[in-house]
Structures are given as structure tokens and as C-alpha cells.
């Protein structure tokens, strides 16, 4: 029996979406427009009423949160080595100077404690991360943050649909950035938005997304700061809501494989294999990935490719970021963040996406089991 290749992550584009981008396209306005206002308007209703702004990346998002922040050469920036590299990448590209703390090796997050410890006079702020979906201690976080006079530019790239004991990620808080990328949660093929504090950061943020251009009357403008080119498409904006309108379905739907895994893992399968399961968190997290740490006894690549034979796709997030060349340049080496370095080397994630079903879940937990025995 030959069996289809299982990925472990796959857009679930609705006939609706797909539709609505039709749309877009035969209106004559296919670049910012009324769409991108619809998704900004729909995102901000959603989280409370806050000012949101849509980008083309939830990089550029994170960037741009930095300059509202106003960090630049001289500062520092805490952040985790567990994390797309794009989250260090955003700071180095202000001039500010990225500060790693290690993570916690149960929730795989930034430890708080070190976060603490790592701040020094020119610390500036925090950008958390929150792997797979999983908060940190978002009330102990904003302690940190308020006692050291931080400001905080939350990486919640993985976190739409999360939440801290009942409030949404994003309903609260600082700057607090998103990603609409094809394997998030919620896709707008690329794109991203952020969270603001109030209507002045949101207007400085469209100055950095446009060239800086603020206009008025019929052919008034002028630019004052240095901005770039960092708008959504309405074509990715029509995506964008065409997802966004199952947000509930998609987070519970992965809650229940999430915890489906769990059950077809079963209660030994850490003392029986060796591997670490992650938090099995079914309050805040919206299970954007499930992850597992595995035993030092197999290599991650070995895994992959006795996975890949099984027709199971695999994933890692991610490599260690201070041990990335363009890090070690500037001074990072291994044995600074031993917990980072060993998850960093033998983390794995099992496919999780929308699409799926219990019979996907039992079928990769079965390649598993058999490739860790
Ligand atoms: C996806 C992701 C990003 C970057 O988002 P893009 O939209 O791909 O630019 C940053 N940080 C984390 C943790 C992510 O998962």
C-alpha cells in the first residue's frame, strides 16, 4: 500500500478566499486598498479595539516595531537563540545590539530569570517569543518590563489565537507583532501586522511602511523620517480575511490534534523513548506546532530521513541562532546557552496543520515510535 507523503505543514486556502482574491484582482486596485483596511479593521476588533497595521512580512512588522520603539545604534535588545533568525535579524538591522538569554528547557522559551540577568544600563528591550504558540508568563514579563523601564516588542509570529489565562495575545500589552506567512496559523500567503499602544505609534508605523510620505489635500507631501516600502497587497489583505474568519475553528481543531498527539504518544512515551514532549497546554497555547526534543541516541538528520522514508514530513525550529555564522562574528561561540545548543540541535516538529486529521496524527506517531525504537 503506498501511502500519500504526510507534510508537516499545508495551507487550507477556503473556494471563498480564493473567490474574493478573483475579486481583487479584476477590480483595478490590486496593491493597498480597501481590503488592507477590511484585514487592519477585522485584526483590530479582534484584539479589543487596539490600532493595528498590516506589512508584507511579520519581519518588516518586527523592524518597524523596534523603530517606533525608537531602539537604534547604542542599544540593547534581549531576545531568545531559540527562534527564527529573523527575530535577532531586526534588531542587528537598527543597530542595536542583540543580548541572548537561554531558554527554559520545559516550556523552550526564553528563561526569565537570565532575561533578568542580562540586563544591563543600555538594555532597551525585550522581544519574547513565543515558541510554537506557548506564552511566556506573560504577567511576570511585564513585571520585568515595567521595573526596568523596558519597552517590549512581543514576537507573537507563532501566537495568533494564543492567550494568557483568558485575555488574547495581542489584546494586552506592548508592541505585539504577528506573521501571516504560509505556514502560520492563519496565512495571507506573506504578510504581518503589529499590535499599538495607541493611534501616534500607529501613524509614525505607516510612515516607516511608506517611504516615510505623509500626505494632505489633493497633492500635499512631504517625508520627515526614513521609511521604506513594507505595505500588504489587498490581494494577500483578501487572504488574509478569507483565513482570519476561521480563527476559532482552526485553534480548537488544532488543539484537538494537539492533544490527540498526546493520547497516541500515551503516558511512557518519554521513559520508553527518551524524547521530550512539549507542554501539554490546552489554555493559552494555539498549538501553531507540536514539537518534540529528541534523545541524544539519533541525530536530527537521521530522524528526518528515516521519517521522510515513512512519508512523514518533518520539520525543525530552530537552529541555535548565536551559533549562525553571522553571530558568531560578532562573538557569540558554543557553551553560552547550553539549553538553546542541545534543543537548537535535536528539536523536531511533527506536522500540525488545519487540514489534518486524528488518522494523520496516528500515522506519524506510529512512524515515530518506530523510528525511535
Ligand atoms: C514566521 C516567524 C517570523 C517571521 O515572519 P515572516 O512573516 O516570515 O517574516 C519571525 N519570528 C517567528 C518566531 C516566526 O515564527
Given amino acids: 500500500m503506498t501511502q500519500t507523503f504526510l507534510p508537516f505543514s499545508r495551507p487550507t486556502i477556503d473556494e471563498a478566499t480564493i473567490a474574493a482574491v478573483g475579486d481583487v484582482l479584476r477590480s483595478g486596485w490590486i496593491t493597498s486598498g480597501p481590503k488592507v483596511q477590511a484585514f487592519e479593521k477585522a485584526l483590530s476588533d479582534y484584539f479589543g479595539g487596539r490600532p493595528v497595521r498590516t506589512f508584507n512580512s511579520g519581519t518588516c512588522t518586527m523592524e518597524i516595531g523596534l523603530r517606533v520603539a525608537g531602539i537604534g545604534a547604542g542599544d ?70 515595567r521595573r526596568h523601564g523596558l519597552r517590549v516588542i512581543e514576537d507573537a509570529a507563532q501566537a495568533l489565537g494564543s492567550s494568557w489565562h483568558g485575555k488574547r495575545i495581542g489584546a494586552f500589552g506592548d508592541l505585539v507583532s504577528f506573521s501571516f506567512q504560509a505556514n502560520k496559523n492563519i496565512t495571507s500567503s506573506e504578510g504581518g501586522c503589529m499590535v499599538f499602544n495607541n493611534e501616534e505609534e500607529a501613524r509614525l508605523a505607516e510612515k516607516y511602511r511608506l517611504q516615510g510620505v505623509t500626505r494632505s489635500g489633493f497633492d500635499g507631501l512631504d517625508v520627515d523620517v526614513l521609511g521604506g516600502k513594507f505595505n500588504m497587497t489587498d490581494v494577500a489583505a483578501a487572504i488574509g480575511l478569507g483565513q482570519f474568519a476561521h480563527i476559532e ?46 534523545p541524544d541516541r539519533i541525530t536530527r538528520a537521521s530522524f528526518m530521513e528515516q521519517m521522510k522514508a515513512l512519508q512523514i514530513g518533518i520539520g525543525y525550529h530552530y537552529p541555535a541562532i548565536h551559533l549562525l555564522s553571522l553571530y558568531r562574528e ?41 523510528v525511535l525504537q
Fill in 76 to 145: 540593547e535588545v534581549i531576545t531568545t537563540p531559540i527562534s527564527w533568525v529573523a527575530t535577532a535579524n531586526v534588531i542587528l538591522e537598527t543597530g542595536a545590539t542583540p543580548v541572548f538569554a537561554d531558554i527554559d528547557p520545559v516550556t523552550r522559551n526564553i528563561d526569565l530569570d537570565k532575561l533578568e540577568a542580562a540586563i544591563t544600563p543600555r538594555t532597551r528591550a525585550i522581544i519574547p517569543v513565543y515558541l510554537a504558540g506557548l506564552p511566556v508568563d506573560m504577567d511576570r514579563l511585564y513585571d520585568i518590563a
Fill in 249 to 294: 475553528a482552526v485553534t480548537e481543531k488544532r488543539r484537538m490534534l494537539a492533544k490527540h498527539y498526546f493520547v497516541s504518544l500515551g503516558k511512557t512515551f518519554e521513559a520508553q523513548y527518551g524524547a521530550q514532549l512539549p507542554v501539554a497546554d490546552f489554555e493559552n497555547s494555539n498549538w501553531h506546532m507540536f514539537q518534540l526534543v529528541l
Fill in 330 to 370: 560578532r562573538g557569540f561561540t558554543e557553551g553560552m546557552f547550553p539549553i538553546a545548543e542541545q534543543v537548537g540541535r535535536q528539536i523536531v516538529s511533527l506536522p500540525m496543520f488545519n487540514a489534518m486529521n486524528k488518522d494523520d496524527v496516528e500515522r506519524a506517531v506510529s512512524a515515530v515510535k518506530s
